[in-house]
Protein backbone atom coordinates (compact mmCIF):
# COMPACT_ATOMS: atom_id res chain seq x y z
CA UNK A 1 0.00 0.00 0.00
CA UNK A 2 1.46 3.20 -0.82
CA UNK A 3 1.18 5.97 1.51
CA UNK A 4 1.87 9.47 1.43
CA UNK A 5 2.30 12.22 4.45
CA UNK A 6 0.21 14.64 2.57
CA UNK A 7 -3.62 14.22 1.79
CA UNK A 8 -4.70 14.50 -1.42
CA UNK A 9 -6.92 17.73 -1.06
CA UNK A 10 -3.89 19.23 0.89
CA UNK A 11 -1.73 18.07 -2.14
CA UNK A 12 -4.69 19.32 -4.71
CA UNK A 13 -4.87 23.03 -3.07
CA UNK A 14 -1.28 23.11 -2.74
CA UNK A 15 -1.21 22.95 -6.77
CA UNK A 16 -3.63 25.61 -7.45
CA UNK A 17 -2.12 28.22 -4.62
CA UNK A 18 1.60 27.53 -6.36
CA UNK A 19 -0.01 25.97 -10.07
CA UNK A 20 2.55 28.28 -11.81
CA UNK A 21 5.41 26.29 -10.61
CA UNK A 22 3.24 23.02 -10.74
CA UNK A 23 2.29 23.42 -14.27
CA UNK A 24 5.78 24.18 -15.06
CA UNK A 25 7.20 20.64 -12.98
CA UNK A 26 4.22 18.95 -14.87
CA UNK A 27 3.24 17.49 -11.58
CA UNK A 28 0.04 18.95 -11.56
CA UNK A 29 -1.98 17.00 -9.43
CA UNK A 30 -5.43 18.09 -10.14
CA UNK A 31 -6.97 19.60 -13.12
CA UNK A 32 -8.03 22.84 -12.87
CA UNK A 33 -11.01 24.20 -14.76
CA UNK A 34 -8.80 27.30 -16.25
CA UNK A 35 -5.02 28.04 -16.63
CA UNK A 36 -5.60 31.17 -14.63
CA UNK A 37 -2.18 31.78 -12.10
CA UNK A 38 -3.38 32.84 -9.02
CA UNK A 39 -0.54 34.76 -7.42
CA UNK A 40 0.48 32.94 -3.64
CA UNK A 41 0.40 35.96 -2.06
CA UNK A 42 -3.12 37.53 -3.21
CA UNK A 43 -4.65 35.33 -0.34
CA UNK A 44 -4.75 37.30 2.81
CA UNK A 45 -3.77 34.74 5.53
CA UNK A 46 -6.44 34.68 7.87
CA UNK A 47 -8.58 33.75 4.70
CA UNK A 48 -6.15 30.87 3.81
CA UNK A 49 -7.78 27.87 6.16
CA UNK A 50 -11.46 29.52 4.84
CA UNK A 51 -10.08 28.56 0.71
CA UNK A 52 -8.64 25.40 1.76
CA UNK A 53 -11.78 24.34 3.30
CA UNK A 54 -13.36 25.73 0.72
CA UNK A 55 -11.56 23.39 -1.77
CA UNK A 56 -12.71 19.95 -0.08
CA UNK A 57 -16.09 21.26 -1.48
CA UNK A 58 -17.60 18.16 -3.49
CA UNK A 59 -17.87 19.71 -6.56
CA UNK A 60 -16.51 20.92 -10.50
CA UNK A 61 -16.81 24.67 -9.89
CA UNK A 62 -14.60 24.15 -6.47
CA UNK A 63 -11.67 25.93 -8.28
CA UNK A 64 -13.20 28.13 -10.68
CA UNK A 65 -15.12 29.59 -7.65
CA UNK A 66 -11.66 30.29 -5.84
CA UNK A 67 -10.02 31.50 -8.79
CA UNK A 68 -13.15 34.27 -9.26
CA UNK A 69 -12.84 35.21 -5.40
CA UNK A 70 -9.09 35.83 -5.32
CA UNK A 71 -9.04 37.52 -8.66
CA UNK A 72 -11.90 39.78 -6.88
CA UNK A 73 -9.54 40.08 -3.64
CA UNK A 74 -6.90 41.31 -5.71
CA UNK A 75 -9.03 44.00 -7.74
CA UNK A 76 -10.91 44.81 -4.67
CA UNK A 77 -9.33 43.90 -1.44
CA UNK A 78 -11.52 41.18 0.67
CA UNK A 79 -13.98 43.13 2.30
CA UNK A 80 -16.84 41.90 -0.22
CA UNK A 81 -16.87 38.55 1.30
CA UNK A 82 -18.59 40.40 4.75
CA UNK A 83 -20.73 41.78 2.51
CA UNK A 84 -24.29 40.00 3.02
CA UNK A 85 -25.64 41.09 -0.30
CA UNK A 86 -22.79 39.72 -2.11
CA UNK A 87 -23.52 36.89 -4.64
CA UNK A 88 -19.55 34.91 -4.32
CA UNK A 89 -19.81 35.79 -0.48
CA UNK A 90 -22.96 34.08 -0.19
CA UNK A 91 -21.71 31.16 -2.02
CA UNK A 92 -18.58 31.60 0.26
CA UNK A 93 -20.20 31.28 3.59
CA UNK A 94 -22.63 28.47 2.29
CA UNK A 95 -19.78 26.15 1.17
CA UNK A 96 -17.44 26.84 4.32
CA UNK A 97 -21.29 26.10 6.41
CA UNK A 98 -21.41 22.86 4.22
CA UNK A 99 -17.78 21.66 5.08
CA UNK A 100 -17.90 22.46 8.36
CA UNK A 101 -21.38 20.28 9.00
CA UNK A 102 -19.85 17.22 7.14
CA UNK A 103 -16.75 17.65 9.48
CA UNK A 104 -18.99 17.75 12.30
CA UNK A 105 -20.96 14.64 10.98
CA UNK A 106 -17.76 12.72 10.67
CA UNK A 107 -16.81 13.16 14.37
CA UNK A 108 -20.46 12.43 15.45
CA UNK A 109 -20.71 8.93 12.99
CA UNK A 110 -17.33 7.70 12.41
CA UNK A 111 -17.39 4.08 14.21
CA UNK A 112 -14.10 2.35 15.06
CA UNK A 113 -14.28 -1.35 15.54
CA UNK A 114 -11.75 -3.05 16.51
CA UNK A 115 -9.54 -5.79 14.99
CA UNK A 116 -6.20 -7.37 15.17
CA UNK A 117 -3.19 -7.30 12.75
CA UNK A 118 -0.23 -8.79 13.00
CA UNK A 119 -1.15 -9.29 16.80
CA UNK A 120 -1.30 -5.79 17.42
CA UNK A 121 -4.80 -4.07 17.99
CA UNK A 122 -6.28 -1.60 15.15
CA UNK A 123 -9.07 0.30 15.16
CA UNK A 124 -10.88 0.76 11.56
CA UNK A 125 -13.45 3.01 10.34
CA UNK A 126 -15.33 3.19 7.02
CA UNK A 127 -17.32 6.71 6.93
CA UNK A 128 -18.88 8.52 3.99
CA UNK A 129 -18.23 12.24 3.98
CA UNK A 130 -20.24 14.62 1.92
CA UNK A 131 -17.71 16.36 0.64
CA UNK A 132 -13.98 15.87 0.62
CA UNK A 133 -13.10 16.29 4.25
CA UNK A 134 -11.13 13.38 5.34
CA UNK A 135 -7.86 15.41 6.42
CA UNK A 136 -9.99 18.32 7.80
CA UNK A 137 -11.74 15.81 9.80
CA UNK A 138 -9.01 13.23 11.08
CA UNK A 139 -7.19 16.06 13.00
CA UNK A 140 -9.78 15.56 16.00
CA UNK A 141 -9.00 11.96 16.01
CA UNK A 142 -5.23 12.29 15.87
CA UNK A 143 -5.46 14.76 19.43
CA UNK A 144 -8.17 12.36 20.85
CA UNK A 145 -6.63 9.13 20.16
CA UNK A 146 -2.64 9.72 19.91
CA UNK A 147 -1.43 6.74 21.24
CA UNK A 148 -3.67 4.05 19.42
CA UNK A 149 -3.30 3.01 15.73
CA UNK A 150 -6.63 3.60 13.75
CA UNK A 151 -7.67 4.02 10.26
CA UNK A 152 -10.59 5.56 9.00
CA UNK A 153 -11.35 4.33 5.37
CA UNK A 154 -13.58 6.73 2.40
CA UNK A 155 -14.25 6.35 -0.74
CA UNK A 156 -12.02 9.61 -1.14
CA UNK A 157 -8.71 8.16 0.21
CA UNK A 158 -7.68 6.76 3.74
CA UNK A 159 -6.14 7.81 6.75
CA UNK A 160 -3.72 5.69 8.79
CA UNK A 161 -2.69 7.00 12.17
CA UNK A 162 0.65 4.84 13.91
CA UNK A 163 2.88 6.26 16.42
CA UNK A 164 1.51 9.43 16.45
CA UNK A 165 1.67 10.22 12.41
CA UNK A 166 -0.78 10.59 9.90
CA UNK A 167 -0.76 9.02 6.85
CA UNK A 168 -2.70 8.88 3.67
CA UNK A 169 -3.60 5.78 0.97
CA UNK A 170 -5.84 5.52 -2.17
CA UNK A 171 -9.75 5.14 -1.55
CA UNK A 172 -11.19 2.52 -0.24
CA UNK A 173 -13.98 0.99 -2.85
CA UNK A 174 -15.70 -1.53 -0.85
CA UNK A 175 -19.76 -1.21 0.16
CA UNK A 176 -19.27 -2.38 3.19
CA UNK A 177 -16.82 -3.15 6.14
CA UNK A 178 -17.14 -6.86 7.39
CA UNK A 179 -15.75 -6.50 11.01
CA UNK A 180 -17.81 -7.62 13.82
CA UNK A 181 -16.65 -6.88 16.94
CA UNK A 182 -18.48 -6.48 20.29
CA UNK A 183 -18.50 -2.25 19.72
CA UNK A 184 -21.13 -2.88 17.40
CA UNK A 185 -23.39 -4.14 20.02
CA UNK A 186 -22.51 -1.54 21.98
CA UNK A 187 -23.53 1.11 19.87
CA UNK A 188 -26.34 -0.59 19.15
CA UNK A 189 -27.40 -0.77 22.62
CA UNK A 190 -26.46 2.45 23.37
CA UNK A 191 -28.81 4.03 20.96
CA UNK A 192 -31.92 2.16 21.77
CA UNK A 193 -31.47 3.28 25.88
CA UNK A 194 -30.94 6.95 24.51
CA UNK A 195 -33.55 6.77 21.68
CA UNK A 196 -36.67 8.52 23.11
CA UNK A 197 -40.07 7.65 20.95
CA UNK A 198 -41.80 10.71 22.25
CA UNK A 199 -39.45 13.26 20.47
CA UNK A 200 -39.23 11.38 17.22
CA UNK A 201 -39.31 13.20 14.45
CA UNK A 202 -38.43 11.33 11.45
CA UNK A 203 -37.66 14.17 9.41
CA UNK A 204 -35.69 15.85 11.87
CA UNK A 205 -34.42 12.81 12.84
CA UNK A 206 -32.83 12.30 8.68
CA UNK A 207 -32.04 15.65 9.23
CA UNK A 208 -29.26 14.74 12.23
CA UNK A 209 -28.45 11.66 11.39
CA UNK A 210 -28.89 11.69 7.08
CA UNK A 211 -29.50 8.28 5.78
CA UNK A 212 -25.89 8.80 3.38
CA UNK A 213 -24.45 7.33 6.84
CA UNK A 214 -26.97 5.01 7.78
CA UNK A 215 -24.98 2.42 6.21
CA UNK A 216 -21.71 2.80 8.11
CA UNK A 217 -23.26 3.13 11.52
CA UNK A 218 -24.10 -0.23 13.04
CA UNK A 219 -27.11 1.50 15.48
CA UNK A 220 -28.95 2.52 12.23
CA UNK A 221 -29.99 -1.44 11.57
CA UNK A 222 -32.60 -0.74 14.26
CA UNK A 223 -33.63 2.50 13.07
CA UNK A 224 -36.96 1.21 10.98
CA UNK A 225 -37.78 -0.74 13.85
CA UNK A 226 -37.60 1.96 16.72
CA UNK A 227 -40.17 4.04 14.68
CA UNK A 228 -42.25 1.30 14.10
CA UNK A 229 -43.23 0.33 17.89
CA UNK A 230 -42.71 4.23 18.42
CA UNK A 231 -46.42 4.75 18.30
CA UNK A 232 -47.20 2.09 21.32
CA UNK A 233 -44.48 3.59 23.18
CA UNK A 234 -45.80 6.72 23.15
CA UNK A 235 -49.23 5.71 23.69
CA UNK A 236 -47.72 4.03 26.95
CA UNK A 237 -45.82 6.69 27.92
CA UNK A 238 -48.88 9.35 27.38
CA UNK A 239 -51.16 7.58 29.67
CA UNK A 240 -48.29 7.30 32.04
CA UNK A 241 -47.94 10.34 32.46
CA UNK A 242 -51.20 11.76 31.99
CA UNK A 243 -52.42 10.32 34.88
CA UNK A 244 -53.66 12.84 37.27
CA UNK A 245 -56.69 12.71 40.51
CA UNK A 246 -58.02 16.13 39.08
CA UNK A 247 -60.87 13.76 37.09
CA UNK A 248 -61.89 12.28 40.21
CA UNK A 249 -62.37 15.92 42.43
CA UNK A 250 -65.77 16.58 41.93
CA UNK A 251 -66.76 19.46 39.91
CA UNK A 252 -68.33 21.42 43.32
CA UNK A 253 -66.15 20.35 45.52
CA UNK A 254 -66.60 23.08 48.84
CA UNK A 255 -65.47 21.22 52.06
CA UNK A 256 -63.02 19.07 53.68
CA UNK A 257 -65.81 16.37 54.37
CA UNK A 258 -66.31 16.26 50.29
CA UNK A 259 -62.60 15.61 49.48
CA UNK A 260 -63.22 12.32 52.53
CA UNK A 261 -66.13 11.15 50.86
CA UNK A 262 -64.52 11.30 47.01
CA UNK A 263 -60.67 10.37 47.80
CA UNK A 264 -61.24 6.85 48.06
CA UNK A 265 -62.63 6.69 44.22
CA UNK A 266 -59.15 7.86 43.35
CA UNK A 267 -57.50 6.24 40.48
CA UNK A 268 -55.37 8.73 39.79
CA UNK A 269 -52.14 6.85 39.50
CA UNK A 270 -51.30 2.81 40.03
CA UNK A 271 -51.10 3.12 43.87
CA UNK A 272 -54.75 2.59 44.45
CA UNK A 273 -54.49 -0.51 43.96
CA UNK A 274 -52.39 -1.54 46.19
CA UNK A 275 -54.00 0.20 49.49
CA UNK A 276 -56.13 2.32 50.81
CA UNK A 277 -56.55 6.00 51.04
CA UNK A 278 -55.18 7.93 54.10
CA UNK A 279 -56.87 11.50 53.80
CA UNK A 280 -55.92 14.53 55.55
CA UNK A 281 -57.11 15.04 59.18
CA UNK A 282 -58.23 17.89 61.30
CA UNK A 283 -59.21 21.90 61.92
CA UNK A 284 -60.47 22.07 58.57
CA UNK A 285 -60.46 26.47 59.92
CA UNK A 286 -56.81 25.77 60.52
CA UNK A 287 -54.33 28.78 60.31
CA UNK A 288 -51.61 26.36 60.25
CA UNK A 289 -51.33 23.44 58.17
CA UNK A 290 -48.33 20.42 58.13
CA UNK A 291 -47.85 18.70 54.80
CA UNK A 292 -45.59 15.61 54.84
CA UNK A 293 -44.07 12.91 52.39
CA UNK A 294 -47.17 10.07 52.14
CA UNK A 295 -48.57 7.62 54.74
CA UNK A 296 -46.72 4.89 56.24
CA UNK A 297 -47.87 1.70 56.96
CA UNK A 298 -49.89 2.52 60.52
CA UNK A 299 -51.42 5.41 58.94
CA UNK A 300 -52.65 2.95 55.91
CA UNK A 301 -54.19 0.75 58.26
CA UNK A 302 -55.78 2.92 60.52
CA UNK A 303 -56.34 5.49 57.75
CA UNK A 304 -55.07 8.30 59.72
CA UNK A 305 -51.60 10.73 58.71
CA UNK A 306 -48.80 10.79 61.27
CA UNK A 307 -49.76 8.70 63.50
CA UNK A 308 -46.41 5.87 63.01
CA UNK A 309 -42.86 6.41 64.53
CA UNK A 310 -42.47 9.25 62.67
CA UNK A 311 -45.90 11.05 63.44
CA UNK A 312 -44.88 10.47 67.12
CA UNK A 313 -41.62 12.89 67.12
CA UNK A 314 -43.62 15.19 64.93
CA UNK A 315 -46.39 15.41 67.82
CA UNK A 316 -43.97 15.30 70.50
CA UNK A 317 -42.09 17.94 69.11
CA UNK A 318 -44.31 20.44 68.60
CA UNK A 319 -46.46 19.55 72.28
CA UNK A 320 -42.50 21.07 73.24
CA UNK A 321 -42.90 23.61 71.39
CA UNK A 322 -45.91 24.76 72.89
CA UNK A 323 -48.66 23.86 69.58
CA UNK A 324 -52.02 22.00 69.91
CA UNK A 325 -52.45 19.15 67.74
CA UNK A 326 -55.78 19.77 67.36
CA UNK A 327 -55.36 23.17 66.01
CA UNK A 328 -53.88 21.98 63.24
CA UNK A 329 -54.62 20.04 59.11
CA UNK A 330 -52.18 17.59 58.68
CA UNK A 331 -51.76 15.77 55.42
CA UNK A 332 -49.88 14.46 52.59
CA UNK A 333 -48.72 14.89 48.98
CA UNK A 334 -49.62 11.48 48.45
CA UNK A 335 -52.73 10.05 49.69
CA UNK A 336 -51.53 6.81 49.46
CA UNK A 337 -48.83 4.48 50.69
CA UNK A 338 -45.89 3.31 48.11
CA UNK A 339 -44.12 0.40 49.54
CA UNK A 340 -42.46 -2.57 48.59
CA UNK A 341 -42.66 -6.10 49.90
CA UNK A 342 -39.96 -7.31 51.86
CA UNK A 343 -41.50 -10.40 53.01
CA UNK A 344 -44.81 -9.53 55.04
CA UNK A 345 -43.18 -6.39 55.83
CA UNK A 346 -44.53 -3.31 53.81
CA UNK A 347 -41.02 -1.07 53.38
CA UNK A 348 -42.01 2.80 52.13
CA UNK A 349 -40.70 3.57 48.82
CA UNK A 350 -39.84 7.02 47.92
CA UNK A 351 -42.63 8.47 45.36
CA UNK A 352 -42.10 9.20 41.96
CA UNK A 353 -42.23 12.46 40.86
CA UNK A 354 -45.17 11.26 38.23
CA UNK A 355 -46.59 10.20 41.83
CA UNK A 356 -46.74 13.31 42.96
CA UNK A 357 -47.94 15.15 40.06
CA UNK A 358 -50.59 12.93 39.71
CA UNK A 359 -51.71 13.22 43.47
CA UNK A 360 -51.02 17.06 43.60
CA UNK A 361 -55.01 18.33 42.79
CA UNK A 362 -55.94 16.81 46.11
CA UNK A 363 -53.60 19.08 48.08
CA UNK A 364 -53.96 22.08 45.98
CA UNK A 365 -57.82 21.38 46.51
CA UNK A 366 -57.20 21.23 50.44
CA UNK A 367 -54.54 24.50 50.50
CA UNK A 368 -57.54 26.22 48.82
CA UNK A 369 -60.62 25.32 51.05
CA UNK A 370 -58.75 25.82 53.98
CA UNK A 371 -55.96 28.87 53.29
CA UNK A 372 -53.73 28.48 56.25
CA UNK A 373 -52.25 31.70 57.63
CA UNK A 374 -48.72 28.97 57.26
CA UNK A 375 -48.01 26.11 55.39
CA UNK A 376 -45.03 23.82 56.93
CA UNK A 377 -43.48 21.80 54.41
CA UNK A 378 -42.06 18.26 56.06
CA UNK A 379 -39.57 17.45 53.58
CA UNK A 380 -38.91 18.11 49.83
CA UNK A 381 -41.53 15.91 48.69
CA UNK A 382 -43.94 18.26 50.65
CA UNK A 383 -42.42 21.57 49.11
CA UNK A 384 -42.23 19.91 45.53
CA UNK A 385 -46.64 19.66 45.95
CA UNK A 386 -47.22 22.83 47.30
CA UNK A 387 -44.97 25.04 45.35
CA UNK A 388 -44.41 22.94 41.82
CA UNK A 389 -40.81 23.21 42.65
CA UNK A 390 -37.96 21.26 44.03
CA UNK A 391 -35.78 22.66 46.89
CA UNK A 392 -33.23 20.91 48.39
CA UNK A 393 -34.31 20.70 52.07
CA UNK A 394 -30.24 20.63 53.18
CA UNK A 395 -29.90 24.46 51.80
CA UNK A 396 -33.65 25.52 51.98
CA UNK A 397 -34.76 24.57 55.40
CA UNK A 398 -35.93 27.20 57.87
CA UNK A 399 -36.53 29.70 55.07
CA UNK A 400 -39.37 30.75 53.63
CA UNK A 401 -40.12 29.45 50.14
CA UNK A 402 -42.05 31.59 47.80
CA UNK A 403 -45.51 31.77 47.61
CA UNK A 404 -48.21 32.55 45.04
CA UNK A 405 -50.97 32.89 47.23
CA UNK A 406 -51.78 34.19 50.18
CA UNK A 407 -50.17 31.53 53.10
CA UNK A 408 -46.81 32.04 54.22
CA UNK A 409 -44.44 28.41 52.75
CA UNK A 410 -42.14 27.15 55.48
CA UNK A 411 -39.48 23.95 54.77
CA UNK A 412 -38.53 21.92 57.53
CA UNK A 413 -37.17 18.73 57.55
CA UNK A 414 -39.63 15.73 57.66
CA UNK A 415 -39.55 13.96 61.43
CA UNK A 416 -38.31 10.34 59.53
CA UNK A 417 -35.24 11.98 58.58
CA UNK A 418 -34.74 12.70 62.09
CA UNK A 419 -35.28 9.12 63.33
CA UNK A 420 -32.47 8.12 60.63
CA UNK A 421 -29.99 11.23 61.25
CA UNK A 422 -26.75 9.63 62.14
CA UNK A 423 -26.00 10.09 65.50
CA UNK A 424 -22.80 13.04 65.25
CA UNK A 425 -26.00 14.66 63.49
CA UNK A 426 -28.80 13.74 65.76
CA UNK A 427 -28.87 17.10 68.07
CA UNK A 428 -28.16 19.72 65.43
CA UNK A 429 -31.22 18.35 63.07
CA UNK A 430 -33.64 17.97 66.39
CA UNK A 431 -32.48 21.45 67.69
CA UNK A 432 -32.82 23.06 64.02
CA UNK A 433 -36.30 21.13 63.38
CA UNK A 434 -37.28 22.37 66.94
CA UNK A 435 -36.61 25.92 65.89
CA UNK A 436 -38.60 26.08 62.43
CA UNK A 437 -41.59 24.61 64.53
CA UNK A 438 -41.34 27.55 66.53
CA UNK A 439 -41.14 29.97 63.80
CA UNK A 440 -44.23 28.52 61.95
CA UNK A 441 -45.56 28.38 64.90
CA UNK A 442 -45.05 32.24 66.15
CA UNK A 443 -45.95 33.28 62.48
CA UNK A 444 -49.71 31.36 62.51
N1 LIG B 1 -44.76 10.31 56.96
C1 LIG B 1 -45.50 11.20 56.27
O1 LIG B 1 -44.98 11.95 55.46
N2 LIG B 1 -46.80 11.23 56.51
C2 LIG B 1 -47.41 10.46 57.37
O2 LIG B 1 -48.61 10.55 57.50
C3 LIG B 1 -46.62 9.56 58.10
C4 LIG B 1 -45.29 9.49 57.88
Known amino acids: MELSTISKTRTAFNDWLNKEAALQSNLLFESFSSEKVIPK ?15 CYRDETRWSFLDRVCERISKEGSRFLEDPADRDAIEWTNRLKAIRRDVHKAHAFVRFKKTTEEGKEIFIA ?5 HLTTDLFIRLFCRRFP ?10 EC ?5 GKVQFSKAYEGQSLEIEDHWEENWRTYYSSIYNPARLMVQAMKKEMPQWHWQTMPESSLIPNLIRQSQNKIHTMAQKSQRSASPYIPTFCQSIEKIQESLPQCEGCSLHAHCRVTPGKGNSKASLLFVGEQPGDEEEKRGEPFIGPAGQLLRKTWEEVGGNWNDLYVTNALKHFKYELRGKMRLHKRPGSDEVAACRPWL ?8 PKVILCLGS ?9 LWPVERYRGTWLPSAGQSRILLTYHPA ?28
Open 147 to 156: TMHWMILTAD
Open 417 to 444: ALLRAPDQKKQEYERDFKNDLKLALSVA
Open 126 to 130: WHRPQ
Open 381 to 389: TAALSVSGR
Open 159 to 163: AHFEN
Open 364 to 371: QKELELIS
Open 41 to 55: DVLPRKLKGDAYAIS
